[in-house]
């Protein structure tokens, strides 16, 4: 009986989590933007405080501060580019060298079994490579296998 209560508690812990986690995604993904927002106000404050004390001091005690929130805000937008184009990367990185390993050819739950991938990323991402001419897609058995270009040629050679 006290079963449902557990998992009701254990699956709205595990929501209040992933909300949590997206929470904080979406704020690390601001950040770059606020950093580089806030030193171009105070360059603009700068800026403003040196044209009407009509010397430069106050521009350069204000520029310090804007060089290193500018540097870092362009830093981090710099480091998430680069993130959000990786896994795709390496997904097929991960695929095509399980692929070498296994003689040229490759199904999907193969894949899964030796990739950090599901069976449907597989599937996904090898249909993706097949669509863009990097791969031959066979049947069976009534099981789809990819191949690499001019490999079976090369098995049948040697």
Sequence with gaps: MDQPGRLERSQRDQDMRSDESSWNDQKSNSTPYVLIALGLTF??????VSITAEELVPF?????????????GLSRLQQQRRKAVSPRVSKERELLS???NNSGSITPAEAAMETSLTVSEADKTLSELAAGGHLQVESSEG????????????????
């Design 60 to 72: 350069f005690v204000f520029m310090f501060p804007a060089s290193v929130l500018l540097a870092l």
């Design 98 to 100: 399980a692929m070498r």
């Design 43 to 48: 360059v603009g404050f700068g800026a403003a």
């Design 143 to 158: 099981t789809l296998v990819y191949r690499l270009p001019g490999r079976r040629a090369l098995e049948r050679e040697g």
